[in-house]
């Protein structure tokens, strides 16, 4: 059974940072693209960043770019997200996804999130 | 960077059909493909529908897909409503560079 498990959320004031993980297992973690996904409370869905299996590539949504950054750990079978700089509209549950790269791609399993507050 | 707009919500009674659509700001539709997901309270999104037609296993054949390059416009279809299907629904679909949701929609069943 595929699982995705969150951790690292929590209390931050402006300007500080935080590191999120996500545990995989289930899956050759490995073989897969991976991905963060956030929601700002009561917003919808924003994609955040995408690394490649191998970690050579890497992209990000504007907003983040220069403060976040995606890396992952085959080896232990985990994602992270390292937030520097965070400021309050940084403020959201954070999901780790699976990317299925097929004809397009996609993403088919997510995990339940972790919590990101930013505030003083 | 585009942009997916989708109504903010919709409405219809058991036993109906809905339709959700989902328009593209920039770029053909019909160049990457376009995703949906359905989002329960409470609880992670879920995926109902993958390039631009195709049906996860699991998920009923009441959903489906399809894109209109006219319009440049993804629509999802939900027919035989149940009460079940009440949920914020997400499109989602990419470029080189960027991935992009639209701002979901929020159908209620009643």
């Known amino acids: 059974e595929v699982q995705l498990v969150e951790s690292g959320g929590g209390l931050v004031q402006p300007g500080g940072s935080l590191r999120l993980s996500c545990a995989a297992s289930g899956f050759t973690f490995s073989s897969y693209w991976m991905s963060w996904v956030r929601q700002a409370p009561g917003q919808g869905l924003e994609w955040v960043a995408n690394?490649?299996?191998?970690?050579?590539?890497?992209y990000y949504v504007d907003s983040v770019e220069g403060r976040f950054t995606i890396s992952r750990d085959n080896a232990k079978k985990s994602l992270f997200l390292q937030m520097n700089s965070l400021r309050a509209e940084d403020t959201a549950v954070y999901y780790c996804?699976?990317?299925?790269?097929?004809?397009?791609?996609?993403?088919?399993?997510w995990g339940q999130g972790t919590l990101v507050t930013v505030s003083p | 960077n585009f942009m997916l707009t989708q109504p903010h919500s919709v409405s219809e009674s058991p036993g109906k059909t809905v339709t959700i659509s989902c328009t593209r700001s920039s770029g053909s539709i019909g160049s990457y493909s376009v995703q949906w997901y359905r989002q329960r309270p409470g609880s992670a999104p879920t995926t109902v529908i993958y390039e631009n037609n195709q049906r996860p296993s699991g998920v009923p054949d009441r959903f489906s897909g399809s894109i209109d390059s006219s319009s440049n416009s993804a629509s999802l279809t939900i027919s035989g409503l149940k009460t079940e299907d009440e949920a914020d629904y997400y499109c989602?679909?990419?470029?080189?560079?960027?991935?992009?949701f639209g701002g979901g929609t929020k159908l209620t069943v009643l």
């Open positions: 690394i490649r299996q191998d970690g050579s590539d890497k």
């Open positions: 996804a699976r990317i299925i790269e097929a004809t397009g791609y996609y993403f088919d399993y």
């Open positions: 989602h679909s990419y470029d080189t560079r960027s991935w992009v």
